[in-house]
């Protein structure tokens, strides 16, 4: 199935949670925060929580900043 | 009593339940390098710094994370809403800035810098949407440290709403003008403190120097959050030093009292058994 983070479309499995999809992006999981579809994913979901076909993902972390 | 002794007896300053001893807060944006940053941090004695919510990289996983370079045990992250023009987006940054800090156990998952910009020229704070935000972001258990104009009913609005502290801008954004209208400053300290004297009121944006701050502190304000003025001095650490010091000087003075400022001159030394003048 397809799906976009950051506006990039992927290809990812049928069924992958966020939690797949986190450990496929090379980051520090801690670092890190996800939207499914503007709905913030609690990290204690992120492995029960099964992405579906066109969903749309925003993967945020911290920067600098004033 | 030593000086430094009243420096440090200083009671500290209290924002909600978080307390910091220094009341400089930096923010860590803008810096050439992270360990530069990282210096300059530890120069300005600050204990809270600013972070941004931003998109992740995800084609760049050998990039560093600012949060490699940020003790988090020793600093309490505050993470703003830096970049939204809009309450619906201030409420969503600050709900994914709540769930990384909670991913670190920082103490910084409780509040939030509110910051809802009217436009990218001015970066002026638009004031309908940060009450509206502010309210919604009260309710949803968030500290807010809320950053707007110097007006001083929008002012009064935020802490009616439920702000925590009430952060009006010296001058614009990166602007370096330091403290353009002082008197608003006053106004809102006397509207946000008068039957509250505890509440918190600091300065955040324009500071351009340190004088700008020990000005700012002399005002009254609880303390000054800056990033720019640091960031982007030739010598970003020699400043951060100049910052802490102002801070800590402007804070002296303004517990100390002011002298009353007055027309003629006023001699300091004795004007009794002064030596007869000779004439020219």
Redesign the interface.
């Known amino acids: 199935m397809k799906i976009r983070?950051?506006e990039?479309e992927r290809d990812v499995p049928e069924g992958a949670s966020v939690a797949d999809i986190v450990a496929t992006?090379?980051?520090?999981?801690?670092?890190?925060?996800v939207?499914v579809n503007?709905e913030?994913i609690?990290?204690a979901e992120h492995g029960s929580h099964k992405l579906s076909d066109g969903d749309q993902l925003?993967?945020?972390?911290?920067?600098?900043?004033? | 009593m030593s000086l430094v002794e009243t420096t440090t007896n200083d009671a500290p300053l209290v924002l909600g339940t978080h307390t910091l001893r220094s009341r400089l807060i930096v923010?860590?944006?803008?810096?050439d390098t992270l360990e530069l940053?990282q210096q300059s941090l530890e120069a300005s004695g600050s204990e809270c710094v600013?972070?941004?919510?931003?998109?992740?990289k995800?084609y760049d996983?050998t990039g560093r994370?600012?949060?490699d370079y940020i003790d988090f045990h020793r600093y309490t992250?505050l993470?703003?809403t830096?970049g939204c023009y809009n309450a619906r987006d201030a409420v969503?940054t600050a709900?994914?800035?709540r769930?990384?800090l909670?991913?670190?156990e920082n103490p910084g998952a409780d509040w939030v810098k509110l910051e809802v910009l009217a436009d990218t020229k001015t970066l002026l704070p638009d004031p309908v949407e940060t009450v509206q935000a502010c309210e919604q972001l009260v309710g949803l258990g968030f500290q807010v440290l809320c950053y707007t104009t110097d007006d001083p009913v929008i002012a009064k609005r935020l802490k009616e709403v439920g702000a925590t502290a009430v952060m009006p801008a010296g001058s614009p954004?990166?602007s370096g003008q330091g403290i353009l209208n002082p008197n608003n400053i006053r106004i809102c300290l006397e509207y946000l403190k008068g039957e509250d004297p505890d509440y918190p009121v600091i300065v955040d944006?324009g500071v351009g120097t340190a004088s700008d701050v020990a000005f700012a502190m002399e005002l009254g304000v609880d303390g000054v959050?800056?990033?720019?003025a640091i960031?982007h001095a030739k010598e970003p650490v020699r400043m951060a030093h100049a910052m802490r010091h102002a801070t800590e000087a402007g804070r002296l003075a303004f517990q100390s009292g002011r002298i009353p400022r007055r027309l003629y001159a006023s001699a300091s030394s004795p004007e009794d058994g002064v030596i007869d003048r000779t004439s020219n």
């Open positions: 983070i950051n990039e992006l090379s980051l520090n999981p801690k670092f890190i925060a939207e503007l913030l609690p990290r925003e993967v945020v972390t911290l920067v600098g900043g004033g | 923010g860590t944006g803008k810096y940053m600013t972070v941004a919510v931003r998109r992740e995800l996983p994370n600012l949060l992250l993470p703003n830096a969503r709900k994914l800035g769930e990384i909670l991913g670190l954004i990166g944006a959050l800056l990033n720019t960031a």
